[in-house]
């Protein structure tokens, strides 16, 4: 195993990031605007975000890079920026981590479907390994490939990221509805995790999709197929929409007060997804 995360598993439990898209929103970026192009175009609001969440205790962070593969860029016309993107937002994150915190790059979904043949799967995993690549020239620590619901597409991700010889993370967003604990592509947990490791995953995971009470059964689950300390960021609760605005009421200390039980059923890394802020972190760094 890489030795970065041997060095990682050696801790009780390494306190990750919180959402950043929120966080942006507040610092004007549009709605509907690709977060990453701000990597290139606004890159001091990208790093005191990144800072943000290393003043707050986060010992890894992610970088902007979550949809900067050339799919989601050429909806904006950024297409040929891929590798300028990807290495940017992790030299950003790597700046404000500076050594109290490592950086692993984002690496989130396509935005088409395998499944509806609007790409084959090796123009996906081409476009996967061009972002892994250029995460790697930026000097990443790591990769996480996450937020994905289709498993194909995150074992070429996967795939894809562990040419790099980084440690790779995988993670999943399973329902919280009718599909409960199953990804949108029909896969159990089990499924899922042992999917991720079959194409080369270090570490499995969650993040988004449900609030943190939500990720108790899906941790144990993780984690007996795997072995191994798992990845887990969980949303703010679930979310109401007051006026045509998004809402979450959960507090930072009731959202940290679920860390021991994610502690006894397996969880390893944690940290938060939508709606999550570094007060988020910050109460989960006090609990820990």
Known sequence: MHETLKALLAEKVVL??????????QKGLPLGMNPDIWNLDEPQKVYEVAKSYVDAGSQIILSNTF??????????????????????????????AGTQAKV???????????????????????????????????GADGIVVET????????????????????VVGSMVFDSGAMLDHTMMGNSVEDAAAGMLEAGADIVGSNCGKGIEGFLNVCRRLNAVSGEKVWIKANRGLPEVVHGETRYSQTPEQFAAYLPQLLEFGAGFVGGCCGTSPEFIRAVKNAI
């Open 16 to 25: 990750t990031d919180g959402a950043w898209g929120t966080q942006f929103q």
């Open 67 to 96: 949809g900067a593969n050339v799919f989601i860029l050429r909806n904006s016309g950024n297409e040929d920026k891929v590798y300028a993107i990807n290495r940017a937002g992790v030299e950003i994150s790597k700046k404000a």
């Open 104 to 138: 692993f790059a984002s690496m989130g979904p396509s935005g088409i479907m395998l499944l509806m043949g609007e790409v084959t799967p090796d123009e996906m995993l081409a476009a996967f390994t061009e972002q892994a690549r250029a995460m790697a020239d930026g």
């Open 148 to 167: 994905m619901c289709d498993l194909e597409e995150a074992k070429l991700a996967i795939q894809a990221a562990k040419t790099t010889g980084l440690p």
